[in-house]
């Protein structure tokens, strides 16, 4: 159980391109899910925390206008990277929290989504 | 300002040695400690949640221990294989989300 889906996986794109990444939550519901961003070799940053139903909490530094998030629906958020630039590549990842059921705090991770803007 | 400092980017040892992980902290004081294994080009996944009550924890060939006084965490793989080989982070509660160390990665020789 606590599967958490991301796509796409890997992304190319023109600079000035907006991208969305796709974070599903696929046997559980997610009130809460959290978007990181990792470079090579480097730890994962949190960009913001996804509440279901309410505007996004983004982290000191982070655009908020530069990286939009929509958690729509219990199961699903996303996040669009709008007029991308080549400093935005980098390795994105999504995780949630389940609800009940599950062994509490544990964060779920997606597979990541590999960004590159040329 | 809160620091997580994992003691070594890279570590390599020998199949069936035990690996020893060292997971460091300041200015925190977390409820609870985890541990999640990264794979190349993949997420992280969970592997061991340790509380500020417990002093050690085990799963299968993984032990970590948490000190409070020393502020630190140590992760133990026993006997350990090549299959082990992959970056470990470490992770402490803030507020109501994660932060995480860098990492360590792990290479385990045949």
């Known amino acids: 159980g606590a599967v958490v889906s991301q796509h796409p996986s890997r992304v190319i794109c023109k600079s000035g391109t907006s991208v969305k990444i796709e974070c599903r939550s696929l046997d559980f519901q997610a009130t809460t899910m959290f978007w990181y961003r990792q470079f090579p070799k480097q730890s994962l940053m949190l960009m913001a925390t996804s509440n279901e139903g309410s505007k996004a909490t983004y982290e000191q530094g982070v655009e908020k206008d530069k990286f939009l998030i929509n958690h729509a629906s219990l199961t699903l958020s996303t996040l669009t990277v709008t007029s991308a630039h080549p400093e935005d590549s980098s390795f994105y990842i999504c995780?949630?929290?389940?609800?009940?059921?599950?062994?509490?705090?544990?964060?779920?991770f997606g597979a990541g989504t590999r960004l590159s803007v040329l | 300002s809160q620091k997580i400092e994992q003691n070594s980017e890279a570590l390599n040892i020998q199949e069936g040695k035990t690996a020893t992980l060292t997971c460091n902290y300041t200015n925190y004081s977390p409820a609870y400690l985890q541990w999640y294994r990264q794979d190349p080009g993949r997420g992280p996944v969970f592997l061991l949640l340790?509380?500020?009550?417990?002093k050690e924890k085990r799963k299968e060939r993984l032990k970590v221990t948490f000190d409070t006084t020393l502020k630190q965490s140590l992760f133990h793989i026993t006997a350990s294989q090549p299959a082990d080989s992959a970056t470990y982070l470490c992770a402490l509660a803030l507020n109501n989300d994660m932060r995480f160390g860098a990492g360590t990665r792990l290479t385990v020789k045949p």
């Open positions: 340790i509380r500020e009550n417990e």
């Open positions: 995780s949630a929290i389940p609800g009940q059921g599950f062994v509490k705090n544990i964060q779920y």
